[in-house]
């Protein structure tokens, strides 16, 4: 379909009566008033944007109807998900219906606005995520992902091949698998959801990973994914996917889900008396307007040139209960991050236009930030509505006019619009040049169609950017590209580890992990590195060469690991690390602590990593081990330790739990045959309830 201005207008009054603007009334009336729909142009004037920036309209309904996602593929188009069965009424009847579509709009004349909207696939039900892929999309439908595919470049979908039935795992849209999130290795991760997919010879495939968020996922420069959950605004990983949970017999106690900020606090512009439990005290102020996040959704870490420098990966929040979007600065220390807002009581977007909804955030090829706004009275599922929020819902008339939609641009008041790059007419050369980009889509974008082409004649000038590039991120995508094209080597990755950049260094040791798995040689020439310069290394390092000794001779690792504990064993991460690559060989490592010299003087840290252990050795449930574990509480009161102690206070708690079951032992423990005056008689109870004997 194509629109001039004139037939938008028309489009749209057809489509809505225009009826005043409530935005000038008393905050009191609003709360109980209708809330009107209104114009793409009465909507922008609602917008109280931080200062310096602007909104700009980029598409409206009837061109998008109920967006909640949207991703520019390489030719600068924008494809949008359209959700247009999710609560058309109060009780959302429409569910069930094939009126999904996704479409695909083009900006021809470069005036800024879409003018051209082609529906690549529609009859969907209740499609929720998509993902660009070569010659296609992945498209997350109902309970599916399925892989489309447009044969003949008309930009509509010739074929719908079945990937996964058991996508989502559920068919209600707050409590199912979204996302298709590009990560840099070259995975599509998913919120609310434990699996991840990838491109092997050209067959996708599912991997299990750990569980992430519930609307919405996005990565900083270095790759960390960014989630979120409807009550708690920002979380991320602070380590790369599936390292943290290898050890079966350890529950991480940081890393995965890390909570960047505890505030939750939002600040509206208008009344929000439409939301779920508004009803309850605390939900709303005096005024009526939302004090806390309640449908947190679509983290978005900005990477891009446009706006000012201070504003660069930031994150930002989507909170369309309180039709606002909130800015976190986030703040690196170490190996943790956190963040906060810059400017409480006043947030980045905030509209009176109680149908505002953004509801997904995205950057393109320009290096704007893209608002995905559903404009929808009711947005709370109906499996959740409450008698109050039906009550507000049908008095108020929010289900009265649907299948609205607009799409806005974020800016800088001086920005001025540049010609969108064609990327699928660039050259291998090309693509591996905007690898340093300043913008972060496009670094993204780069990569993943170096991967997808499957050029193997990249694999020089690549190699090149690695070892002599001048921009980091640039050299750090280059690694990940020759991953993505099954290119790497050992000698390369060697290299990188005597990089000047720690990025480098890391991310090298980290490629270098499979090659280990193949090559007794390769193994042996990583153990004399790490061994030889863990020790100077900053910790960002460290906590990976923490990460991949379980790949080497305990003969090294152990000493390694036992370094690394000792010398940062304050950080829980890194304590966690050491854990993770110590599966099934805890008792081993705790048993040469117990001889060390090293470990003769307690500390806080020394004491609670002896607790880990002795919990990891219990949740194993081996009688052997957990008998010799006994063994070494000596019987001798005058030479019981503060190791002794820990191992005490560890089993004691393991001991307490409901759910814990007595492990059976040959014969009776002898600390269970005399009289020991250091463990009082609860410990004795507890600890002798974990075994049983003939």
């Not at 999710?86 to 709009?105: A, P, Q, V």
Request: charged share 25%; glycine share 6%.
């Amino acid at each position: 379909m194509r629109y001039s201005s004139v037939l938008k207008a028309v489009a749209y009054c057809a489509l809505i009566i225009c009826q005043l603007s409530c935005s000038d009334k008393p905050e009191s009336q609003l709360k109980n008033e209708p809330s009107p729909p209104m114009s793409p142009e009465e909507e922008l004037a609602t917008f109280q944007l931080e200062p310096g920036f602007k909104a700009q309209l980029v598409a409206s309904e009837p061109m998008v109807q109920d967006p909640v996602a949207m991703s520019f593929d390489e030719n600068g188009r924008l494809w949008v998900v359209e959700m247009r069965g999710f609560m058309s009424d109060i009780d959302g009847t429409e569910e069930k219906e094939r009126n999904g579509r996704i479409s695909i709009l083009e900006d021809t004349d470069g005036d800024g606005q879409m003018d051209v909207s082609t529906i690549y696939i529609d009859s969907l039900i209740m499609p929720r995520a998509l993902a660009i892929v070569s010659g296609g999309a992945l498209i997350a439908e109902d309970e599916s992902l399925w892989l489309t595919q447009d044969l003949d470049g008309d930009l509509k979908a010739d074929t719908k091949i079945l990937i996964d039935s058991t996508y989502a795992g559920s068919a209600m849209p707050e409590h199912s698998g979204n996302g298709l999130w590009r990560g840099v290795d070259n995975y599509y991760y998913n919120a609310k959801s434990r699996l991840r997919y990838q491109v092997v010879n050209k067959t996708w495939q599912r991997d299990s990973t750990e569980f992430r968020g519930q609307w919405g996922m996005s990565h900083d420069d270095e790759g960390r994914l960014y989630y979120n959950y409807n009550w708690s605004q920002l979380h991320a990983d602070l380590v790369p996917p599936n390292y943290l949970n290898r050890n079966k017999n350890h529950t991480p106690t940081t890393g995965i889900d890390h909570g960047l900020t505890i505030d939750r606090r939002v600040y509206p512009i208008r009344p929000n008396p439409a939301v779920n439990r508004g009803y309850i005290p605390g939900t709303l102020d005096e005024e009526g307007k939302l004090l806390e996040f309640t449908a947190a959704c679509s983290p978005f870490v900005y990477r891009g040139p446009v706006f000012p420098k201070e504003f660069y990966e930031n994150a930002f929040v989507c909170e369309p209960s309180g039709n606002l979007i909130k800015r976190n600065v986030v703040e690196r220390d170490g190996l943790l991050l956190s963040a906060h807002d810059p400017h409480p009581g006043k947030e980045f977007m905030a509209s009176t236009d109680e149908r505002f909804r953004p509801v997904f955030l995205a950057s393109g090829p320009d290096g704007a930030l893209y608002v995905t706004d559903m404009y929808h009275g009711l947005i709370q599922h109906g499996a959740y509505v409450t008698p109050y929020l039906r009550e507000q819902t049908l008095s108020r008339k929010l289900v009265e006019t649907v299948h609205c939609g607009r799409i806005w641009r974020i800016v800088p008041n001086d920005w001025k619009s540049t010609k969108s790059l064609k990327l699928s007419d660039a050259s291998s050369g090309e693509l591996i040049d905007y690898l340093s980009n300043s913008n972060g889509w496009l670094r993204d974008m780069s990569q993943r169609l170096l991967v997808e082409r499957n050029d193997k004649s990249v694999e020089r000038p690549l190699t090149d950017l690695v070892l002599t590039g001048e921009n980091y991120l640039g050299r750090f995508h280059a690694l990940w590209t020759l991953q993505g094209l099954q290119l790497l080597n050992a000698e390369l990755l060697f290299q990188g580890l005597k990089d000047a950049n720690t990025l480098i260094r890391v991310t090298s040791l980290r490629l270098l992990e499979p090659f280990v798995n193949g090559s007794k040689v390769i193994k042996a020439k990583l153990e004399t590195e790490l061994v030889t310069n863990w020790n100077t290394s900053p910790i960002e390092e460290v906590l990976q060469i923490a990460l991949t000794s379980a790949l080497l001779d305990p003969k090294i690792s152990y000493p390694l690991l036992q370094g690394i504990a000792e010398k940062h064993g304050s950080s829980p991460l890194i304590r966690d690390a050491i854990l993770s690559s110590l599966e099934d060989r805890e008792f081993t490592f705790l048993h040469q602590l117990w001889k060390s010299d090293q470990w003769k003087a307690a500390t806080p840290e020394k004491e609670i990593f002896i607790e880990m252990l002795t919990n990891a050795i219990s949740q194993k449930k081996n009688a052997n081990e957990m008998a010799s574990l006994l063994s070494l509480l000596s019987a001798d009161n005058s030479s019981f330790g503060w190791k002794e102690k820990a191992i005490i206070s560890s089993l004691s708690i393991q001991g307490s739990a409901s759910s814990f079951k007595p492990i059976r032992l040959t014969k009776m423990p002898e600390i269970f045959s005399i009289s020991n005056a250091n463990i009082d008689k609860t410990q004795m109870a507890v600890l002798s309830s974990m075994f049983e004997w003939p």
